[in-house]
Nanobody, 125 residues
Framework: QVQLVESGGGLVQAGGSLRLSCAASGRTFSSYSMGWFRQAPGKEREFVVAINWSGTNTYYADSVKGRFTISRDNAKNTLYLQMNSLKPDDTAVYYC??????????????????WGQGTQVTVSS
């Protein structure tokens, strides 16, 4: 089992940047494929980006491609999401998730086994 704690959210103006972190504890972080999801008020949780255990494969939602960058540091048990050129539509609670299918880049929330509590990102216009 792994515990996930997100941090780094906040309020930023449109065009600004934020860096989210997801600290993992418990079982070996490198045993998991990782992903970021987000949920805006009144909307379903949506996929943002995912990365396999080694960081060699990633997959981005079209809405964030070219603006967001996912990375992981297995030595520090930490997942990151660098968010640049933020837009008001990026406003949401952002969640990190861990999936046991470590070799794969997982896009569906149903394929993840563990979730963090979320961190709020608010982008003002």
């Amino acid at each position: 089992q792994v515990q996930l704690v997100e941090s780094g959210g906040g309020l930023v103006q449109a065009g600004g940047s934020l860096r989210l972190s997801c600290a993992a504890s418990g079982r070996t972080f490198s045993s998991y494929s990782m992903g970021w999801f987000r949920q805006a008020p009144g909307k379903e949780r949506e996929f943002v980006v995912a990365i396999n255990w080694s960081g060699t494969n990633t997959y981005y939602a079209d809405s964030v491609k070219g603006r967001f960058t996912i990375s992981r540091d297995n030595a520090k048990n930490t997942l990151y999401l660098q968010m640049n050129s933020l837009k008001p539509d990026d406003t949401a609670v952002y969640y990190c998730a861990a999936g046991r299918r470590a070799d794969y880049v997982l896009r569906s929330s149903r394929t993840y086994d563990y979730w963090g509590q979320g961190t709020q990102v608010t982008v003002s216009s």
